[in-house]
């Protein structure tokens, strides 16, 4: 294969990520692109500013290569690695099984072996763009503070999303070969949750036990971690060196990840062809389960309905995968509850608005599978069944979810404190009904696989989600200390708001 013919299809791959995600942050028209623009100019200013507050402070007391900012830079870098390693994963398992053009490459005339090294070359520059953009506001506000020099620490951020990238098409490639096509793709999209989820909540359960404290940068920034850290000149400091700027380390850092990343393309790209062609073959042939031991059974059509959501839920893994880290977060709610346990319920307070903020992001994922990414619309709506008896199936299948996952937890909250228990329970409803209603007022025609692209159809329906379950989670906490007028205050804010949304829908110009 030419070098012409490779840098032509480096073109085309990064011209359709630069569409994806011009997408994702401009898409729409004209008059949601400039509020797509001004909404991002105002976060990058409050990014910016919040890290300016956070930096300075830290440079009155010196950043330098002594032991607490090397573990401190240590463990922060390990905690944004495993989140790159996570949309990793998932990016190598899309390329296996969900991209649409699969046939396209396999009959063009140019050898496999090369396009699919430079598809994973792509991810592995996604990733390291991704690294940046994390860091970016930390960094101009170094260079800005303390000069230059810390602009050689996007080049060490780059090396980390390169080496996450080389870590994920290892994995995934020896997942398809022990487990096989039809189970990676399921297993794959676990692993990246769980992956992306597992550090971040190992160090804030460790906060919790150790320091009483759900704050990551307690265990990140202890006196504890610091004396039992390694030696000055170990290789586990290597990243952190690179990060600081030291030449040696990021040289090394650098020739580490790109040497992992071309070795796994000499593995892993001759393979790739005809893996994700058997992954296309396995998921075409797959058996359907249980259709010999179906059975009539007359059932109402509400729970017809509410069966059929959770099902579709249940057998589809992208799905699962995106709505299980929103699940493994509470975790470490579910251990500060523990933890509170016979001491008076202390820590209830901290606990009731991470269970409501949780619960109403979940609930609007949810809600935007039942409503917009319904697949089949026109067989529902040929159904003898009345359109409101539908809706109702559709937001009782999504509430019932929602409950599923909280109810554990109410139930543990309920035996410390039945008034507490009562206030994230109704909480947790009113967030959850908040987040179902704003897509039923903005729902809109899609397919379920654009469910990672739902932002785009409406950026008010985004940020007022968002922003609901921002003000209940607060009128929650408030309520839980007893403090009823500014919670009750609170709520009524985010009713007026939630009702100023509604006037601005669709729904309610039609």
């Not at 396995?282 to 059975?295: L, Q, T, V």
């Not at 509410?306 to 709610?333: C, F, G, V």
């Not at 619960?359 to 609007?364: E, M, T, W």
């Amino acid at each position: 294969m030419s070098l012409g013919s490779l840098a032509w299809f480096a073109r085309h791959e990064l011209r359709l990520a630069w569409r994806d995600a011009a997408a994702i942050l401009f898409g729409g028209s004209l008059r949601r692109r400039i509020a797509g623009a001004a909404i991002l100019f105002l976060l990058i200013a409050f990014v910016h500013a919040l890290a300016f507050s956070l930096v300075s402070a830290a440079l009155r007391g010196g950043i330098g290569p002594d032991p607490r900012t090397l573990t401190f830079l240590t463990g922060s870098a390990l905690l944004a690695w495993c989140l790159l390693l996570s949309q990793a994963i998932e990016s190598v398992t899309r390329a296996f099984y969900a991209r649409g053009d699969m046939d396209l490459i396999l009959a063009s005339p140019m050898p496999a072996a090369g396009l699919f090294a430079v598809r994973i070359a792509g991810i592995g520059a996604g990733a390291s763009a991704m690294a940046m953009l994390l860091a970016t506001p930390v960094i101009d506000i170094l260079v800005l503070l303390d000069g230059p020099r810390w602009l050689l620490a996007y080049l060490a951020l780059a090396a980390l999303g390169l080496l996450a990238a080389a870590v994920a098409v290892a994995v995934t490639a020896s997942l398809f070969r022990l487990l096989g096509p039809a189970r990676t793709r399921f297993v794959a999209q676990v692993v990246a949750a769980v992956i992306g989820a597992a550090f971040a909540i190992s160090v804030q359960a460790a906060a919790i036990l150790s320091f009483d404290d759900p704050s990551r940068l307690a265990v990140l920034s202890s006196e504890w971690l610091v004396s039992h850290a390694p030696a000055s000149d170990s290789s586990l400091w290597i990243p952190a060196r690179a990060l600081l700027g030291e030449p040696g380390s990021l040289a090394l850092l650098i020739a580490g990840s790109l040497g992992l990343l071309a070795a796994v393309l000499g593995i892993v790209a001759p393979h790739f062809a005809s893996d994700a062609a058997t992954a296309a073959g396995a998921i075409a042939a797959a058996p359907k389960h249980g259709e010999a031991r179906a059975r009539f059974r007359r059932r109402s059509p509400a729970r017809i309905l509410r069966e059929k959501e959770w099902t579709l839920l249940r057998r589809d893994p992208w799905l699962i995968s995106q709505t299980l880290m929103q699940i493994l977060y509470l975790l470490p709610a579910a251990l500060l509850l523990w933890r509170s346990f016979g001491e008076g319920g202390n820590g209830l307070a901290v606990l009731v608005p991470v269970l409501v903020m949780a619960s109403g992001q979940l609930a609007g994922g949810l809600a935007w599978l039942a409503v917009s990414g319904e697949d089949a619309p026109d067989l529902v709506r040929t159904a003898p069944v009345a359109p409101s008896q539908i809706v109702r199936a559709k937001i009782e299948a999504v509430l019932g979810a929602v409950g599923i996952a909280v109810a554990p937890i109410i139930v543990v909250v309920s035996a410390l404190s039945l008034e507490i228990a009562l206030v994230a329970a109704g909480g947790i409803a009113v967030a959850a009904a908040s987040a179902t209603a704003i897509q039923l007022w903005f729902r809109a025609q899609a397919r379920r696989s654009q469910f990672r692209r739902r932002q785009t159809s409406s950026r008010i329906a985004t940020f007022a989600e968002a922003f609901s379950s921002i003000l209940w989670a607060c009128a929650a906490a408030f309520a839980a200390q007893g403090i009823w007028p500014v919670a009750v205050l609170t709520g009524a804010v985010c009713a007026l708001a939630l009702l100023a949304v509604r006037a601005m829908s669709p729904r309610a110009a039609a």
